[in-house]
T-cell receptor, first 112, second 108 residues
């Protein structure tokens, strides 16, 4: 069965550094998402992406965040200048129209 | 107030017991999802429903649109069912709004 794959599984970064989290969605899916889960808290929506542009974003997704689909397969989340509070598990997901979302295994981001 | 509330937050049961996890939501929705989060963190979609009832193996999900309530049932529970079960909704958009999850532990 096709899967959403995320790399790396764990990223450790110094505060203030830029980080790029990578995702390969399922190939024929049209909608792409990033979510995050701070340790011990619920999963929160960050951004959705459709037709090569952001379709919706949350208040969390401020100017420090950006998403890109640089080629036909990758979907990336960039955090420009990381803060301690960006430490979380970041999940990528993809879906087809009106269908359940498929999640990757997540990237655990630790900001020191 | 959270848009999606789950109960209980934690549930411990013995192998074989019938399990019920509840979800209430306060917004209009186009669909409700039940998801399973494994101890390692990965999230798997179990059900997506907008009305009625769905069954997959030992899992059953029901939804009552008028009461804005859904339940997830597990029959003949097994230790491998131990996980966090999450209710999430689409409120007209593609994004999901998540509940806080129910941590289920099934003891042998």
């Amino acid at each position: 069965e096709p899967e959403v794959t995320q790399t790396p599984s764990h990223q450790v970064t110094q505060m203030g550094q830029e980080v790029i989290l990578r995702c390969v969605p399922i190939s024929n899916h049209l909608y792409f998402y990033w979510y995050r889960q701070i340790l011990g808290q619920k999963v929160e929506f960050l951004v959705s992406f459709y037709n090569n542009e952001i379709s919706e974003k949350s208040e969390i997704f401020d100017d420090q965040f950006s998403v890109e689909r640089p080629d036909g397969s990758n979907f990336t989340l960039k955090i420009r200048s990381t803060k301690l509070e960006d430490s979380a598990m970041y999940f990528c997901a993809s879906s087809d129209e009106g269908q359940p979302q498929h999640f990757g295994d997540g990237t655990r981001l630790s900001i020191l | 107030k959270n848009e999606v509330e789950q109960s209980p937050q934690n549930l411990t049961a013995q192998e074989g017991e019938f399990i019920t996890i509840n979800c209430s939501y306060s917004v209009g929705i186009s669909a409700l999802h039940w998801l399973q989060q494994h101890p390692g963190g990965g999230i798997v979609s179990l059900f997506m429903l907008s009305s009625g009832k769905k069954k997959h193996g030992r899992l059953i999900a029901t939804i009552n649109i008028q009461e804005k309530h859904s339940s997830l049932h597990i029959t003949a529970s097994h230790p491998r069912d131990s996980a966090v079960y999450i209710c999430a909704v689409n409120s007209g958009a593609q994004k999901l709004v998540f509940g806080q999850g129910t941590r289920l532990t099934i003891n042998p």
